[in-house]
């Protein structure tokens, strides 16, 4: 009988993209698991900070790191070199400051036909970090990316661009068939969970998200809206659907909703985007 390795237990170097979400969260504790519960030197835990993540994000990487017993980098994008700055749980930006950094520099915000917050936010500043460690360029070591069994399409995606590229990226959620409600059992057996509400992602208003979903997150979390609006006003449209000003005036008119009348989406970083989520 031919025993199948365990796709958690990473050989070599390698770095783990740990987008704050759940299903990448599961992934780390199951690789943590796999190295029975301490992680080598050599494989690397990191989180990008954009400023736009919710403050329910940040305490669960926190909570993460510390139940976890791991040391995770919080890094966040910044102009100089080396292109990435060293954060903490206390001194992350919470105000977008990286990311309005990155508009202020670029002279427009991310759109419909250009959407690089995540590779610029997020995956580069990771690779800078990887090769601040002494680790070299991708392709040197592993990534691995917390997509599920039953997100085929990304992965597909993912990898052809890993292969271009020559990056070596792995999914082991997928690997061992771990689907979404495996996702949600583990997370309902644990003594913490991401406390983000039902319909509202890690970034709190993703324009890349289904134009229901961005009218709810406005109800359920208006407070934020007026650094979307003043970067849309000062840089032009995010959405070419949509401005963000029209989306506020419509949960404005209807400032409550049937839940049957949209699907909460995964709360993942760059769910919608085309590259890999950070």
């Given amino acids: 009988m031919t025993i199948k390795p365990n796709p958690f237990l990473l050989q070599g170097t390698a770095l783990i993209s740990f987008s704050g ?79 309005a950094a990155l508009i202020e520099k670029k002279k427009r ?30 392709g040197n070591y592993l990534e691995a990316i917390g997509l599920r069994d039953d997100e085929g399409i990304r992965i597909l995606n993912g990898l052809e661009n890993a292969e271009k590229h020559g990056r070596r990226v792995i999914y082991p959620l997928a690997k061992a068939k771990m689907r979404k409600d495996d996702i949600n059992a583990f997370w309902a057996a644990q003594e913490f969970d991401l406390q983000l509400p039902r319909g509202v992602g890690n970034c709190t208003h993703c324009f890349a998200m289904a134009r229901a979903d961005r009218i709810n997150r406005i109800r359920i979390h208006p407070d934020d809206v007026s650094w979307w609006l003043d970067k849309e006003a000062r840089f032009g449209r ?34 919608a985007c085309a590259g890999e989520p950070a």
Wanted: with cysteine; aromatic share 12%; hydrophobic share 35%.
């Fill in 109 to 138: 915000v991310p759109n419909w036909k250009e959407r690089w917050c995540t590779q610029f936010l997020k995956v580069l500043p990771m690779f800078s970090l990887m090769r601040s460690l002494g680790h070299g360029e991708p």
């Fill in 238 to 271: 995010f959405d070419r659907r949509d401005s963000m000003q029209k989306l506020v005036d419509e949960a404005r008119r209807a400032p409550t909703f049937f839940e049957d009348e949209w699907e909460p989406s995964d709360s993942e970083c760059g769910v």
């Fill in 21 to 99: 979400g759940r299903t990448s969260a599961r992934m780390l504790k199951a690789i943590i698991d796999a190295h029975d519960g301490r992680l080598p030197e050599n494989i690397v835990v990191a989180f990008a900070n954009t400023g736009k993540e919710r403050e329910e994000t940040l305490r669960f990487v926190h909570e993460c790191g510390t139940r976890w017993g791991i040391h995770i980098y919080w890094i966040e994008w910044c102009a100089e070199a080396p292109g990435f700055e060293i954060v903490g749980y206390n001194s992350a930006s919470r105000d977008g400051e990286p990311f």
